[in-house]
T-cell receptor, first 113, second 115 residues
Framework: EDQVTQSPEALRLQEGESSSLNCSYTVSGLRGLFWYRQDPGKGPEFLFTLYSAGEEKEKERLKATLTKKESFLHITAPKPEDSATYLCAVQAEEGNNFNKFYFGSGTKLNVKP | NAGVTQTPKFRVLKTGQSMTLLCAQDMNHEYMYWYRQDPGMGLRLIHYSVGEGTTAKGEVPDGYNVSRLKKQNFLLGLESAAPSQTSVYFC??????????????FGQGTRLTVV
């Protein structure tokens, strides 16, 4: 069964303390891996798309990487405004259906000043 | 440019009541989705649509119906609400199935409580 697992469930960091969030997946026929940020009471906001192993993308203090089995979201010198829940989603190919997106349950990040 | 707009934002229903959630997008996207988000379970796909007049079942379709009569609107209906349908519902839209612009844009969510 296709599955997306994120770890840790929650992460508390001091401002400036770098760390990484993990998203491991077991879907077959990966079409894309997506990272989203979700603030309390709001919808997910798109961050990155990764398509193939070895690909990396950066945005401000965030850097996403992809291997054949997992993706990492690296947060460098985080600030309190980076506090949010980070969601990972994978788009799997199932026959001619490219519309299957499987979401992980997210990592709740809390950055303390 | 409003993006994806969901109405209502909050609703309390009694068991057995019916309601319709409306999702509207102004980005001319072909694909639209309805998800529910429950604590510890991530986002689960209820139904989706690949274009005007089309709908398809997702992971958890039971108890829900959908319609896409207009390209910009995607309606989610609950015919007889149950407490198990208490959740936060998100609508999303996506431009195309191709390699580019495949990310989904989400609405702000509808928090539904069934008592």
């Amino acid at each position: 069964e296709d599955q997306v697992t994120q770890s840790p469930e929650a992460l508390r960091l001091q401002e400036g303390e770098s760390s990484s969030l993990n998203c491991s997946y077991t879907v077959s026929g990966l079409r894309g891996l997506f990272w989203y940020r979700q603030d309390p009471g709001k919808g997910p906001e798109f961050l990155f798309t990764l398509y193939s192993a070895g690909e990396e993308k950066e945005k401000e203090r965030l850097k996403a990487t992809l291997t054949k089995k997992e993706s990492f979201l690296h947060i460098t010198a985080p600030k309190p405004e980076d506090s949010a829940t980070y969601l990972c989603a994978v788009q799997a190919e199932e026959g001619n259906n490219f519309n299957k997106f499987y979401f992980g349950s997210g990592t709740k990040l809390n950055v303390k000043p | 440019n409003a993006g994806v707009t969901q109405t209502p934002k909050f609703r309390v229903l009694k068991t057995g009541q019916s309601m319709t959630l409306l999702c509207a997008q102004d980005m001319n996207h072909e694909y639209m989705y309805w998800y529910r988000q429950d604590p510890g379970m991530g986002l689960r796909l209820i139904h989706y649509s690949v274009g005007e007049g089309t709908t398809a079942k997702g992971e958890v379709p039971d108890g829900y119906n959908v319609s896409r009569l207009k390209k910009q609107n995607f309606l989610l209906g609950l015919e007889s609400a149950a407490p198990s349908q208490t959740s936060v519902y998100f609508c999303a839209s996506r431009l195309t199935q191709g390699e580019g612009n495949t990310e989904a844009f989400f609405g702000q969510g509808t928090r539904l409580t069934v008592v």
